[in-house]
């Protein structure tokens, strides 16, 4: 139906950066939200940066100043510089889609890992 492909995790040295992309595909009419989320090891899922309904910014305050949420059209980025140890987390990208059958619903990807370490 929609498919999410994430790439560009990996490890990284503090200090570092790296850039996340997710390309969204499938029977898509329109994206109404689309973002970054991350859970790190024993926490729960919690917003990164996102385009919300209406096109309104949110980024969570850990990572304001380090981090830059991008989108072209069914693809959003996630730059993210600066990079600390507590920021080592799967990444998540969701998308809320109109789909060609009228019908909204959230889509996840299969998550990306970054490894912040030295």
């Known amino acids: 139906q929609v498919q999410l492909v994430e790439s560009g995790g990996g490890l990284v040295q503090p200090g570092g950066s790296l850039r996340l992309s997710c390309a969204a595909s499938g029977s898509i009419l329109s994206i109404n939200d689309m973002g970054w989320y991350r859970q790190a090891p024993g926490k729960q899922r919690e917003l990164v940066a996102a385009?919300?309904?209406?096109?309104t910014l949110s980024t969570a305050d850990s990572v304001k100043g380090r981090f830059t949420i991008s989108r072209d059209k069914n693809t959003v980025y996630l730059q993210m510089n600066s990079l600390k140890p507590e920021d080592t987390a799967v990444y998540y990208c969701?998308?809320?889609?109109?789909?060609?059958?009228?019908?909204?619903?959230?889509?996840w990807g299969q998550g990306t890992l970054v490894t912040v370490s030295s």
């Open positions: 969701k998308c809320g889609v109109l789909t060609m059958t009228k019908t909204y619903l959230d889509f």
């Open positions: 385009f919300i309904s209406g096109g």
